[in-house]
């Protein structure tokens, strides 16, 4: 019985030994599986993006990723933050994948250049890439040899990324000087891309065995079965891609204005002070990572000069009129950039002109109507109160006026016990007339 109890006990000892091997053996397998990072850049290419961009290739590399996947969605953006996006994938140290993602997303201006410039680039149906022709910056768009030095220096930058990335080097050319676009399936047909794919899942069963070329040497892509690690913006890189936003720039930059404003006009409310000190710092970080026209912020502020100036003078509204068309050519001309993203939208700026308007013009109103009302306290108070006289007064004499007694003089005599009132108070004196 007891040799019968202790073979028993093996055996349900082995099995739970094979048991728990079994259950551990997934979990192995799971480690060696690829795993590649994702991440999602759905905005104009501005120095932030571009950092983020560079931080996320460089972390990937430092914890053994297989490689970085990067989400694509954007209408264009800065030429600098471009090229510094191009330099780090170009010289990324893993395979880095682009896909224009999802359907309806587009890869227009710097982002032909950031996807071409990928070991590994790809669309989804229903996507477009192209028109990454330069436009002159500024009213007018430029000198036309300018446009021209300019427009050969992006030609030759796009096609030595195609020719190194062994992409279509006549279509990248034609998408800088005619500002060709083309859609998913036209690109790879073209030899734009490497192909399309519906979503992540078919992106990774296409790349599984593609070769790709990093610094080091060819590398065989192995993404069959592989973990994908989605890595969203932090809260530090989402507040910055948030303020060089254009829109918010510009909302900070006014904000800030007015509340500096409102504090030095009535000092000690500390409030508006405080936000319009913040608002100001704030703008003037974006305005660091945008393409800022300083003609436009001298514009803006020489109106909120004519603002306060019409309290001063009497213009007759013409100050505040100037005021509100320097407000709206110095907001036209802020941001100087070709790019559309990168400009102030008219569905804020004309609000914001028309409350800022607004704000400053019931400001003035309220000033101008506290100077003309008639004053209540002091010596300009008691003008037109009404007394009698205590004495006649031929040329000076005494009245009593509120229940106070006063001397007082009088340009016509004025009888004893006659009503008079007060048409000027100079010192401890009054001027009266007879009622």
Avoid at 32 to 56: C, M, Q, R, W
Avoid at 228 to 243: C, P, S, T, Y
Avoid at 380 to 396: F, N, Q
């Amino acid at each position: 019985m007891k040799r019968f109890f202790s073979i028993t006990a093996i055996e349900a000892l082995s099995i739970l030994m094979l048991f728990i091997l079994s259950s551990a053996c997934p979990a192995r397998a799971d480690e060696h599986k690829p795993v590649f990072d994702l991440i999602s850049v759905n905005a104009p290419i501005t120095p932030p993006v571009a950092g983020y961009i560079l931080e996320n290739i460089e972390e990937s590399n430092k914890s053994g990723a297989s490689g970085l996947i990067i989400l694509l969605d954007t209408p264009g953006g800065l030429d600098l933050a471009m090229r510094d996006i191009a330099k780090a994938i170009l010289n990324a140290p893993l395979p880095v994948i682009v896909f224009v993602y999802p359907s309806g997303a587009r890869a227009a201006s710097a982002g032909v250049v950031i996807t071409i410039s990928a070991h590994l680039a790809a669309m989804a149906p229903g996507t477009n890439i192209g028109a990454a022709h330069p436009v002159g910056i500024g009213i007018g768009g430029g000198d036309k040899t300018m446009m021209k030095k300019v427009e050969n220096d992006a030609v030759a930058y796009v096609r030595g990324i195609a020719k190194k990335r062994n992409r279509n080097e006549d279509w990248v050319e034609r998408a800088v000087r005619k500002s060709e676009s083309i859609t998913a399936e036209e690109a790879m047909r073209l030899g734009v891309i490497d192909f399309v794919a519906s979503d992540i899942n078919e992106l990774l069963e296409k790349a599984d065995n593609r070769k790709v070329i990093l610094d080091k040497g060819k590398r065989l892509l192995n993404t069959k079965g592989a973990l994908v690690n989605e890595k969203k913006m932090g809260a530090r890189q989402r507040i910055l891609a948030a303020i060089s936003d254009p829109n918010i720039a510009y909302l900070l930059f006014l904000v800030g204005l007015a509340g500096l404003y409102f504090e030095l006009a009535h000092p000690g409310v500390i409030l508006p002070g405080v936000i319009g000190g913040i608002s100001l710092i704030l703008a003037f970080f974006a305005m660091q990572t945008l393409p800022v026209n300083y003609a436009g912020i001298l514009l803006i502020l020489f109106a909120v000069i004519l603002f306060i100036a019409e309290i001063k003078v009497v213009s007759h509204g013409l100050l505040s009129v100037g005021g509100v068309i320097s407000l709206t050519i110095g907001s036209l001309m802020l941001f100087d950039s070709p790019e559309p993203a990168l400009r102030v939208s008219f569905s804020v700026m004309i609000p914001a002109v028309a409350i800022v308007s607004l704000f400053f013009l019931a400001v003035i109103a309220l000033v101008l109507k506290a100077q003309i009302r008639r004053q209540f306290t002091g010596a300009e108070g008691m003008v037109g109160w009404e007394g009698r006289a205590v004495t006649d007064i031929l040329t000076e004499g005494k009245v009593i006026v509120q229940g106070e007694y006063w001397n007082a003089k009088s340009d016509k005599p004025v009888e004893r016990g006659k009503k008079i009132r007060v048409l000027k108070v100079e010192g401890l004196s009054m001027k009266v007339e007879e009622i």
